[in-house]
């Protein structure tokens, strides 16, 4: 301690102005309190579609609308992907966008040290609890955005698409709605999922790295599930009122089925594509006409009347 200020005696303030010890120390202790105050009122900092959104578990990216976004599609990335790679597909970036959708992409991690990025889909204890981190993720999204998570559509392609179905099945009222691509659950399935839950899963009819069937990987350690197995699975969690579908028709090359009489809040459909393992140019406009809409969608046979 300097002389000056064992004593009490006046030292130069932040001005050049001498200020008595007493003085001093309140005025460091009032400038203190001013930065932890506005520290706690800043904004978070600012990320986007280019920089990452950091979270104590994890990371993401940000595209956001023109204007007051109207909703927001959380869309986990596929094995070996990253955030950096949803948000360059700029097709689904104009197509969110362009309804007001804000686009939401969360960062899997590598199973192991040296390996691609991957989604914890069979849960994994050893592993990152994604459950939870995807869910930090839209609550931190939806503060940014001044979304409710009851605006947000959980989505995801391939091993994404993995991910989006153990939510739906363990944790279904995390998401208002669910859309998975090209993924399907790991065998065995569980016994059940709870419900109901609105969930619209597309797949490729030619698909080869998931098939409709699914089939072995990494030398038979892991088995993809049976999709249709994993569909009649949501029905009883739905507690829709059969196996035969509601309805059935086609869109164009789409094949489109749909299980609507199901407990309040429960809706199943199932839409085929001609192509392989990829997002169908029409899945945008696809899914979030059906996300809108409820259930008793807009996505109904030709025949039926229709307001969308």
């Given at each position: 301690?300097?002389?000056?200020?064992?004593?009490?005696?006046?030292?130069?303030?932040?001005?050049?102005?001498?200020?008595?010890?007493?003085?001093?120390?309140?005025?460091?202790?009032?400038?203190?309190?001013?930065?932890?105050?506005?520290?706690?009122?800043?904004?978070?900092?600012?990320?986007?579609?280019?920089?990452?959104?950091?979270?104590?578990?994890?990371?993401?990216?940000?595209?956001?609308?023109?204007?007051?976004?109207?909703?927001?599609?959380?869309?986990?990335?596929?094995?070996?992907?990253?955030?950096?790679?949803?948000?360059?597909?700029?097709?689904?970036?104009?197509?969110?966008?362009?309804?007001?959708?804000?686009?939401?992409?969360?960062?899997?991690?590598?199973?192991?040290?040296?390996?691609?990025?991957?989604?914890?889909?069979?849960?994994?204890?050893?592993?990152r609890d994604d459950a939870a981190f995807i869910l930090s993720v839209a609550e931190d999204a939806g503060r940014r955005l001044g979304l409710a998570r009851g605006r947000m559509l959980l989505a995801g392609f391939?091993?994404?698409?993995?991910?989006?179905?153990?939510?739906?099945?363990?944790?279904?009222?995390?998401?208002?709605?669910?859309?998975?691509?090209?993924?399907?659950?790991?065998?065995?399935?569980?016994?059940?999922?709870?419900?109901?839950?609105?969930?619209?899963?597309?797949?490729?009819?030619?698909?080869?790295?998931?098939?409709?069937e699914g089939r072995a990987v990494a030398g038979g350690a892991l088995v993809q599930g049976d999709l249709f197995a994993a569909l009649a699975l949501m029905r009883r969690a739905a507690g829709c009122a059969g196996?035969?579908?509601?309805?059935?028709?086609?869109?164009?090359?789409?094949?489109?089925?749909?299980?609507?009489?199901?407990?309040?809040?429960?809706?199943?459909?199932?839409?085929?594509?001609?192509?392989?393992?990829?997002?169908?140019?029409?899945?945008?406009?696809?899914?979030?006409?059906?996300?809108?809409?409820?259930?008793?969608?807009?996505?109904?046979?030709?025949?039926?009347?229709?307001?969308?």
């Amino acid at each position: 301690m300097d002389s000056a200020a064992a004593s009490g005696a006046s030292s130069p303030g932040p001005e050049g102005v001498a200020m008595p010890g007493s003085a001093r120390r309140y005025a460091a202790c009032l400038g203190l309190a001013i930065a932890l105050a506005l520290a706690a009122a800043a904004p978070a900092r600012a990320c986007g579609a280019e920089t990452d959104c950091t979270l104590p578990m994890g990371s993401y990216r940000l595209a956001a609308p023109p204007g007051p976004p109207r909703g927001a599609v959380v869309f986990l990335h596929g094995y070996g992907g990253a955030p950096a790679g949803v948000m360059a597909n700029g097709a689904l970036r104009a197509a969110l966008a362009a309804r007001g959708y804000a686009l939401v992409a969360p960062a899997a991690l590598p199973a192991a040290p040296g390996r691609p990025a991957a989604w914890n889909s069979t849960g994994d204890p050893r592993r990152r609890d994604d459950a939870a981190f995807i869910l930090s993720v839209a609550e931190d999204a939806g503060r940014r955005l001044g979304l409710a998570r009851g605006r947000m559509l959980l989505a995801g392609f391939s091993g994404g698409g993995m991910m989006v179905w153990r939510l739906a099945c363990r944790s279904g009222d995390a998401f208002p709605a669910y859309a998975p691509v090209a993924g399907v659950p790991w065998r065995p399935l569980p016994a059940d999922c709870l419900g109901p839950v609105r969930l619209l899963h597309m797949h490729g009819w030619t698909d080869r790295v998931v098939p409709l069937e699914g089939r072995a990987v990494a030398g038979g350690a892991l088995v993809q599930g049976d999709l249709f197995a994993a569909l009649a699975l949501m029905r009883r969690a739905a507690g829709c009122a059969g196996d035969a579908p509601d309805a059935a028709w086609l869109r164009g090359a789409l094949m489109l089925r749909r299980w609507d009489s199901c407990r309040p809040g429960g809706e199943i459909m199932l839409v085929l594509h001609p192509g392989g393992h990829l997002v169908p140019p029409e899945w945008p406009a696809l899914v979030l006409d059906w996300f809108e809409a409820g259930s008793g969608s807009c996505l109904r046979p030709a025949t039926a009347a229709s307001t969308c």
